[in-house]
């Protein structure tokens, strides 16, 4: 998996449970991606090409609280890709080593002047075809693809 820099869970993200609330595991999920984003092509500069992407779907499994102050990377997988969409795993893990939580997303290339899903620029799918090389040795985790509902007997 590709790993971004740490994070620091800030006071105001702070439930009055006293841990991270959980829409800011949302948000460091979100904030570290740019960082692969950018080295896919997707980076601040992207929008000016009248292009951007938006998540079409995200699932997070909580594990582990997270409390502020602490300090957290994630770990990027991509799972799979077309011209149009790519679908990824990431892992948030604290600078312990433990993972805090997962997510799984499913991105879309979209051009903004419609708006629609439209396919990615070939340097950008040359970038996603070499991640995925290189990830491809890779286990899936037993996370990915997950439903969410209630076992029954």
Known sequence: MTSTSFQTVKPEWIDF???????????????SVDEIYERLGFGPDYQ????????AEFHICYLR???????????????DFDEKRFHYYQELFHED??????????????????????PMPQPI????TSLKTTQDPLPADA?????IGLKRP
């Open 17 to 31: 449970n006293g841990h991270l609330n959980m829409a800011y595991y949302s948000v460091l999920f979100d904030q």
């Open 65 to 79: 609280e997270l409390h502020e102050g602490d300090r957290v990377k994630s770990a990027f997988h991509l799972i």
């Open 143 to 147: 996370r990915v693809g997950r439903r």
């Open 97 to 118: 080593g433990w993972i805090a939580a997962t997510a799984e997303g499913l991105t879309l290339h979209v051009d903004q002047s419609g708006p629609r899903v439209a």
């Open 48 to 55: 000016k090409t009248g292009c951007t992407t938006y998540v």
């Open 125 to 128: 799918q040359d970038a996603l």
